[in-house]
């Protein structure tokens, strides 16, 4: 059964950082390319940060230089950093795996992420 379960939301204060995290069971999570998205309310859900099977990474103009995306393969983990939040950073962020060539694709439940003071 194919499961990716996201943790390390909550409320933070302007400034301030989260560390998410979300966790695959059920697949090949070392071939798969990871992303993190968000859905603030209101808004269409949007692509914060990429990392593909290789390594690469790739961000959001709005995020760059404070969010990194990273993986563990060795945990089957994928992690987004995110430092200087900001109150328009607040939605709910949901990680995502990808294997385009075979079409398969899967989603988490979602992570709130609130930053106010």
């Known amino acids: 059964q194919v499961r990716l379960v996201e943790s390390g939301g909550g409320l933070v204060q302007p400034g301030g950082s989260l560390r998410l995290s979300c966790a695959a069971s059920g697949f090949t999570f070392s071939r798969y390319a990871l992303r993190w998205y968000r859905q603030a309310p209101g808004k269409e859900r949007e692509l914060v940060a990429t990392i593909t099977s290789a390594g690469s990474t790739n961000y959001a103009d709005s995020v760059k230089g404070r969010f990194t995306i990273s993986r563990d393969n060795a945990k089957n983990t994928v992690y987004l950093q995110m430092n200087s939040l900001k109150p328009e950073d607040t939605a709910v962020y949901y990680c995502?795996?990808?294997?385009?060539?075979?079409?398969?694709?899967?989603w988490g439940q979602g992570t709130q992420v609130t930053v106010s003071s």
């Open positions: 995502n795996a990808d294997w385009a060539d075979l079409k398969l694709n899967y």
